[in-house]
T-cell receptor
Framework: EDQVTQSPEALRLQEGESSSLNCSYT??????LFWYRQDPGKGPEFLFT???AGEEKEKERLKATLTKKESFLHITAPKPEDSATYLC?????????????FGAGTRLAVHP | DAGVTQSPTHLIKTRGQQVTLRCSPK?????VSWYQQALGQGPQFIFQ???????QRGNFPDRFSGHQFPNYSSELNVNALLLGDSALYLC???????????????FGPGTRLLVL
């Protein structure tokens, strides 16, 4: 069964305290893995796409990496404005088309 | 360049009623996907429209239906509303690519539906 698990469910950091978020997946026919950021009451905002194991993408204080079964979102020296829920979504090929499967997300709170 | 827009932003209905939500895709996009997001959960895929047809569907009952118009905008209709239909409904647009890779989906702000 296709499954996506994100950990931890919630993470509290002090400003400047680096950490990593995990996304574990069991998806057949992976067609890419996506990371989104979602602020409360708003739609998800696209961050990164990773397509193959070993690939890395960076954007400001965020770096996403991908292995065959996991993806990590590393946050370096976070600021309060990085507080949000981070969603990962592997894409699987099913029924002739690609489909995103979202995890439940990690709620990140960064305190000054 | 306007992003994905959705209307209305909030909606309150009672059980048994019907509701229609609307979505305009990002400029240049031809595909619209709809998701339901319950509080504290990730978005759940409802269905996707391309070339005015439902291309694929998630595990949602037939009470959920949709439509795509020639200008690529889309509607989500939910009949016989249940309390459990209360959620944030998200629309995402994308552009079909010929490589076979998953295209990037860009989300709108969502419509918050409350069923009483």
């Amino acid at each position: 069964e296709d499954q996506v698990t994100q950990s931890p469910e919630a993470l509290r950091l002090q400003e400047g305290e680096s950490s990593s978020l995990n996304c574990s997946y069991t998806v057949s026919g992976l067609r890419g893995l996506f990371w989104y950021r979602q602020d409360p009451g708003k739609g998800p905002e696209f961050l990164f796409t990773l397509y193959s194991a070993g690939e890395e993408k960076e954007k400001e204080r965020l770096k996403a990496t991908l292995t065959k079964k996991e993806s990590f979102l590393h946050i370096t020296a976070p600021k309060p404005e990085d507080s949000a829920t981070y969603l990962c979504a592997p894409s699987m090929f099913s029924g002739g088309y690609n489909k995103l499967i979202f995890g439940a997300g990690t709620r990140l709170a960064v305190h000054p | 360049d306007a992003g994905v827009t959705q209307s209305p932003t909030h909606l309150i209905k009672t059980r048994g009623q019907q509701v229609t939500l609307r979505c305009s895709p990002k400029s240049g996009h031809d595909t619209v996907s709809w998701y339901q997001q319950a509080l504290g959960q990730g978005p759940q895929f409802i269905f996707q429209y391309y070339e005015e047809e439902e291309r694929q569907r998630g595990n949602f009952p037939d009470r959920f239906s949709g439509h795509q118009f020639p200008n690529y905008s889309s509607e989500l209709n939910v009949n016989a509303l249940l309390l459990g239909d209360s959620a944030l409904y998200l629309c995402a647009s994308s552009l079909v690519v010929s490589t076979g890779a998953q295209e990037t989906q860009y989300f709108g702000p969502g419509t918050r539906l409350l069923v009483l």
